[in-house]
């Protein structure tokens, strides 16, 4: 079974407002909303892509009662810890000529609610993939990934990790699945600027070699590169499209890694699957369809 975790998901308010100025009224031409969050975001595109998963992590007040009822609505487990107090975060992204963001920080979250999540977690079973995804709201320990793993360090479960530069590098140990920092947060790690698929290739090794077993590197139009668990190394140019979203496109690659991998353990199907899905979800509005993605897919060589 999959387990994706967030444990500071989010309801994101997509609004769309043409040619956005600031210091003055602006008009809308549509708005959504979406439950967000990285781990979320793994979930809704494994479902896209017929792979069943359960969401965990942390939900307060009517905005945390949204964020599960849309997951519910689409047909995706969930198992979350409903906090007593405070109100799950609402994020605001402004789509215009160019994207703006602004997110909010989120609930407090209590030792008693962190106890609750750590009892879902010892549910967890050998050959189990956890998805520790984004990242860690000021509420919590620094380290809480790192704790999550040294808890369920003897159960062989699989982890992914896909988070910022210290996170990572704390999850090296537990020996993950995969990893997928992309170039800029793997140039912070190292303290270099990372442009191309030739400049990301020996950091990722260094990668591999400090203990994750696939490390996988987005460069948005520069497409990705994979030094798998074998030491093989692969790397290819992203697919031509318009780019319609960046939000969740990193999320839709980790999703399609997995869900290649756990069918047939190949990495560079696994890579050429994650390639194929998180451009297929830039290319889109949400996320893309089983069947966008398998037209990329088909179309490598």
Partial sequence: M?????????????????????????????????????????????KNLGVESCALGFVAGFVGREIERQLNDKNIM?????????????????????????????????KEEIEELFNKLNALKENDILVLA????????????????????????????????????????????????????????FDVELNTRDDVIPHAKKIRELGARNVLVSLAGEGAVLVDEHGNVFEKA???????????AGDSMVAGFI???????DTKKAFLMGISSGSASAFCEGFASCEMVSEIFNSFD
């Fill in 2 to 46: 999959i387990y994706t975790l967030t444990v500071n998901p989010s309801l994101d308010y997509m609004i769309q407002v043409p040619q956005f100025e600031a210091g003055i009224v602006n008009r809308s031409s549509s708005e959504k909303f979406m439950a967000g969050g990285k781990g979320i975001n793994v979930s809704l595109m494994l």
């Fill in 78 to 110: 969930t198992d979350f810890v409903h906090l007593k107090n405070g109100l799950s975060r609402i994020n605001v992204k402004i789509r215009s000529d160019q994207e703006s963001e602004i997110n909010a920080n989120g609930p407090a979250i209590q």
């Fill in 134 to 189: 984004g990242s860690i709201p000021r509420t919590l320990p620094d380290d809480f990934y790192a704790v999550i793993m040294e808890k369920l360090a003897d159960r062989k479960i699989n982890f992914v990790v896909d988070a910022e530069k210290r996170i990572l590098m704390e999850a090296l140990k537990y020996k993950p699945l995969l990893v997928k920092p992309n170039n800029y947060e793997l140039g912070q790690i």
């Fill in 238 to 248: 992203a697919p031509k499209g318009k780019v319609l979203n960046s939000v969740g």
């Fill in 259 to 265: 869900s290649e991998y756990i069918k047939t353990s």
